[in-house]
């Protein structure tokens, strides 16, 4: 009896016959590794050779990367730097601008508090900051200082003459540079 063959069994019965002819047509397919002659070297001993002749050019060329990358973080930092000195010579600029504001202000603030009356000025004063406040009656003489004094807030007044003896001690004065 003939066996009726739908397409997919005869794919089947056909495919691995036909997979062995293919296999058998590629050469080399089936091939050993033949032992070595005398002259010729193993893939392992050419792999060998190989990394062997890059290794010195490698690196050189990773320390070359490693240069180029320190220029470049040492050419930022110079320009850091650089930036900072600007800005330290604009903050010294700007800091004497402001002491000599500051002198002229106080000189004509301590003026202005020789003319007045020790119970105005004290209560002006007690409202300034108290470094201000201070500093112009220590620019007073004494006897004008101390009537100021007498009519202000005893802590207040006191605060101020702390600060002012402060200024006369010598170890508070020194320049921190």
Known sequence: MIEKL????LVRRLALP??????LSIP???AQEQPTLKGEMTSQEEIKQFCTNIA?????Q???LQKQELEKLRA?????IAEMNRRKEEYQDWLKRRDDFLKQA????????KKMKPDAAASQLEQMRIEVAAAVIMRLNPSQSSLIL??????KAGNIASIIASASDPNTSKDPS
Do not use: W
């Open 28 to 30: 080399g397919a089936f």
């Open 106 to 113: 106080e000189a004509g603030l301590t003026d202005i508090y």
């Open 56 to 60: 010195d050019p490698a690196r050189d």
């Open 62 to 64: 990773r320390y070359l």
């Open 18 to 23: 036909a997979m062995a002819v293919v296999a």
């Open 150 to 155: 007498n009519e202000m807030d005893p802590k």
């Open 6 to 9: 739908t397409v997919s069994d």
């Open 76 to 80: 930022d930092v110079d320009s850091r």
